[in-house]
């Protein structure tokens, strides 16, 4: 399985921007899909998550901020971003599992300028 993630890019603070991860096909279906940043120096942390079902989970930090969504027939994870912040800047990973396995994309880079 391979997760392709796309749509960041350099935003000024209050814009928006959608990252939008595929998996490859053929893949199978995923019970979860998630989004997380990292900051320079950071750690991972999680963003906001959905599963199969449509049930979402979102950190405090972006809370009313953005949202997730997915095309579960085309293996497909959005993750809109509007309101941005400086401290939204890092790299984004999305994360699809199955099971007990669990797959990274290689990430995209969000830079918000105050």
């Known amino acids: 399985v391979q997760l392709q993630a796309s749509g960041g890019g350099l935003v000024q603070a209050g814009e928006s921007l959608r990252l939008s991860c595929a998996a490859s096909a053929r893949s199978g279906a995923f019970s979860f899909m998630g989004w997380y940043r990292q900051a320079p120096g950071g750690e991972r942390d999680m963003v906001a998550t959905i599963t199969a079902g449509g049930g979402t989970n979102y950190a405090d930090f972006v809370q009313g901020r953005f949202s997730i969504s997915r095309e579960v027939a085309r293996r497909i994870v959005y993750l809109q971003m509007n309101s941005l912040k400086p401290e939204d800047s890092g790299i984004y990973y999305c994360?699809?599992?199955?099971?007990?396995?669990?797959?990274w994309g290689q990430g995209t880079l969000v830079t918000v300028s105050s």
């Open positions: 994360n699809f599992k199955r099971g007990t396995a669990s797959y």
